[in-house]
């Protein structure tokens, strides 16, 4: 069946009676317009309102993207931060709502960050900008943001995250460990609760789950890049004694 009909379904079963999960007319456009398959291996269920598993994540299912959002409360030319980019799916609805290069989003595995660039690109959104980085650090060479959604639970957000907001922004999180609502907080602290939510932790450097090997901290990677130089150097400097040593 033609994706652009699926996603048209998909859409309108979110906005019915029986699921009542879309109002937001903004949001539901931009769903209508981003074509899910791209970012779901299965194209077949692509457009079903089901979560999915990928890289040892989960894919949100439609219905809770469309929460996030319109609980984020998007408006035109705002910026916007993604902490745990996963597929990508997520900042393709924002860049619909924003524009591609107000959208930048993170995610702490590598083998994610490279999925959703790809994923991305292959929809048509490639100028949304996705970079390997600690969610708890969010991204302050690109701050402040108007917005930013931490899509991963924790009983209180990071503290730089909340000072990367601009004045006037808002961050929309799970708050919580094994009971979680969902929750947005305005920069001046003010907050605000929504209806219960599932979501797994927020991860740090090491803590990756299911990952074969620990992932690097930014610091392990200079060093690492340090010790391989010197000892390219080392090796190139014997090479250099033993030649002289035969020339003699």
């Not at 919580?176 to 932790?201: H, M, T, Y």
């Amino acid at each position: 069946m033609d994706p652009a009909v699926l996603r048209e379904d998909m859409v309108d079963g979110l906005e019915s009676a029986a699921k009542d999960v879309l109002q937001d007319e903004a949001v539901a456009v931009a769903m209508r317009d981003v074509p899910r398959h791209e970012f779901v291996d299965d194209e077949r269920t692509a457009y079903a309102d089901r979560e999915h598993e990928t890289l040892g994540t989960r894919v949100l299912a439609p219905s809770t993207v469309a929460r996030l959002l319109q609980v984020l409360s998007i408006e035109d030319d705002e910026t916007v931060l993604i902490v745990g980019a996963g597929v990508g799916y997520t900042a393709a609805v924002a860049a619909e709502l924003v524009g591609e290069t107000n959208v930048h989003a993170v995610d702490i595995a590598r083998p994610l960050v490279i999925e959703a660039r790809q994923n991305l690109a292959s929809a048509g959104y490639d100028g949304v900008l996705v970079d390997r980085r600690d969610g708890a650090d969010g991204f302050p060479e690109y701050a402040p943001f108007d917005r930013i959604l931490l899509e991963a639970a924790a009983v209180d957000p990071p503290r730089a995250l909340l000072e990367q907001l601009t004045d006037g922004g808002r961050l929309v999180f799970p708050r919580g460990a094994n009971r979680q609502r969902l929750e947005a907080i305005s920069a001046d602290g003010g907050r605000e609760q929504f209806e219960a939510v599932s979501f797994d932790p927020l991860l740090v450097d090491g803590e990756q789950s299911g990952a074969v090997e620990r992932d690097r901290t930014a610091r392990e990677d200079r060093e690492r890049a340090r010790r391989r130089a010197e000892s390219r150097r080392g090796w190139e400097q014997d090479w250099i004694e033993w030649e002289d040593v035969q020339s003699h």
